[in-house]
């Protein structure tokens, strides 16, 4: 007998997490010591290099639109063109992403435009073992 | 510590290999530089040298041009990896562990788009949070100063039509054919605003230096083909908060500059021709600026006024650069020396900068790590 277990799609990347509510967010740490900013969770905060200062906060969901490129070529199998964005986002995190919601031609795309960071499904794409994925994405706010 | 000399330097021909291993292209180099310094394997106290992507590279080349047991490393430094190479075998000459060293830095590139690869484990994240891959990458850097200064598609655009024009002068480039500003620009769309002209040319290649003490370069009475290394700095990305969410070529490359001027005792107005890491058209503009050969914002006015153009006030990637000339990740630091010691030594041909005295190299990869040379004319 196979037990059916619901479980929650997977995240695309570690530091998207899920919390007590069951909704998904991107989790950064900030340092104690030099309040340098990070998504990562490495040994020491590689602004100050102190140990143990780095503490977890839950990134805010609204940015600025701060560089892009808009992809015709990529690796076999990625669907063409998308915005591939780097935002601020309000309390000093930058993610990197897709921007959706927004034509793929430059005079669509205004720099500093305000984003909302929202989470769905990764595309459809699923791993070896069928499990699905959760990512974030950017949307004009 | 004394100064360190470049008397034997070549690069081949940048081409694709066709089934040549790196280690094979390495070697010819290698045996020309060795050549041109008249001297052989068995004069050779170390050797550096460098490959992105073929692992034990020092060895496997020892045993094309001579299994002489001296030390010898394999270098990778993403695209540092040359001028790595070469700098530590200059530190080799400078620590006294040998009057002569060499370093060479070959490749054997993949084909394609690099960058991007997927997760180990889950599903590949290329598409679905941006882009890793190389052009892309490069243009959001480019679009950051599109953002702050009003750098356009055509400016962009521009450094490609240069770096074509500048090889079809140099023979050793893989391309010498002019590409006029409508074909940069209305070429394949790559990743906005790179095209498929404005983006480095995958190819294989492979160039070698020897360097010696000065002491030993006035015992052999070789000044006659040497050329001073007057600086060597090497940066790796201080912490930024952007970085490495968004890769950072400025920062470290402003501070291996900054420690090169410093310890040549120059500024850029000092160089007369610089070699430097245009990967993709987006960065050479940047580069400007990191450099200070210009002031922040600048870099747009001055590919519009052709002021690094052959003839301009201070030209940019004679070679054809990254571009045009091509792109063999680990040939490219000392193929950059190349460039520089023909037009020090006055054997630049129809690319030649009239009494170039200064010229400055500089590379940098993603991860990030920087490499700045100046070289001098021995008057």
């Known amino acids: 007998m196979t037990e059916t277990v619901t479980e929650p799609p997977r995240p695309a990347l570690p530091f998207i997490r899920y919390g007590d509510d069951g909704k998904p967010h991107v989790e950064a740490r900030r340092c104690s010591n030099c309040q340098a900013v990070v998504t990562s969770n490495p040994y020491a905060c590689p602004s100050c290099g102190k140990r143990n200062t780095l503490v977890p906060f839950v990134a805010s969901n609204k940015g600025v639109l701060h560089s892009y490129s808009i992809v015709f070529r990529s690796f076999p199998g990625v669907q063409t063109p998308f915005i591939s964005a780097i935002v601020d986002v309000e309390g000093g995190v930058t993610l990197k992403g897709v921007l959706r919601g927004v034509e793929a031609r430059p005079e669509a795309i205004k720099f500093g435009m305000p984003v909302k960071v929202v989470f769905d499904d990764a595309l459809g794409r699923k791993d070896r073992q069928g499990h699905s994925y959760i990512s974030y994405f950017f949307e004009p706010a | ?379």
């Open chain 2, 1 to 379: 510590m004394g100064d360190v000399y470049i008397v034997g330097i070549d690069m081949l021909k940048f081409s694709k290999s066709a089934g040549v291993p790196p280690e094979v292209l390495g070697a010819e180099a290698a045996i020309n530089a060795m050549d041109e310094a008249g001297v052989t394997i068995k004069d050779i106290g170390t050797l550096y040298a460098g490959s992105a992507f073929t692992g034990g590279i020092a060895q496997r080349l020892q045993k094309q041009i001579g299994q002489t047991g001296i030390p010898s490393a394999s270098v990778s430094n993403a695209c540092a990896t040359g001028a790595t190479a070469f700098r530590e075998a200059m530190f080799s000459v400078k620590a006294g562990m040998t009057n002569i060293a060499l370093a060479v830095g070959c490749e054997v590139m993949p084909r394609g788009l690099l960058g991007g690869a997927g997760e180990p484990e889950g599903i590949t994240t290329e598409g679905l949070t941006g882009s890793a891959t190389m052009p892309a990458v490069f243009a959001e850097a480019g679009q950051e100063h599109a953002a702050k200064y009003g750098t356009t598609f055509a400016q962009f655009a521009k450094v490609s039509v240069k770096n074509h024009h500048h090889s079809t002068l140099n023979p050793k480039a893989i391309y010498q054919v002019e590409t006029p500003l409508e074909q940069v620009m209305g070429a394949e769309m790559i990743a906005y605003p790179n095209t498929k002209l404005m983006c480095s040319v995958n190819v294989d290649g492979a160039a070698a230096a020897v360097v010696m003490s000065e002491e030993e370069v006035r015992r052999r009475g070789l000044m006659d083909r040497a050329v001073k290394v007057r600086a060597s700095a090497l940066a790796s990305d201080a912490f930024q908060t952007r970085n490495p969410t968004m890769h950072d070529v400025n920062l470290a490359t402003q501070m291996a500059a900054n420690w090169a001027y410093e310890q040549g005792g120059l500024g850029p107005n000092d160089i007369d021709l610089i070699e430097l890491h245009d990967c993709f058209a987006t960065a050479e503009l940047l580069h400007y600026e990191n450099l200070g050969i210009c002031g922040p914002g600048e870099a747009g006015r001055m590919i519009d006024d052709g002021e690094t153009a052959i003839g301009g006030r201070i030209p940019v990637n004679l070679s054809g650069g990254l571009l045009s000339k091509g792109h063999p990740i680990a040939a490219t630091g000392i193929a950059n020396l190349y460039e520089l010691s023909c037009h020090l030594r006055g054997k630049a041909g129809a690319r030649q900068v009239p009494n170039a005295r200064f010229g400055l190299a500089h590379v940098v990869g993603l991860g990030t790590v920087s490499a700045v040379h100046i070289l001098e004319k021995v008057s």
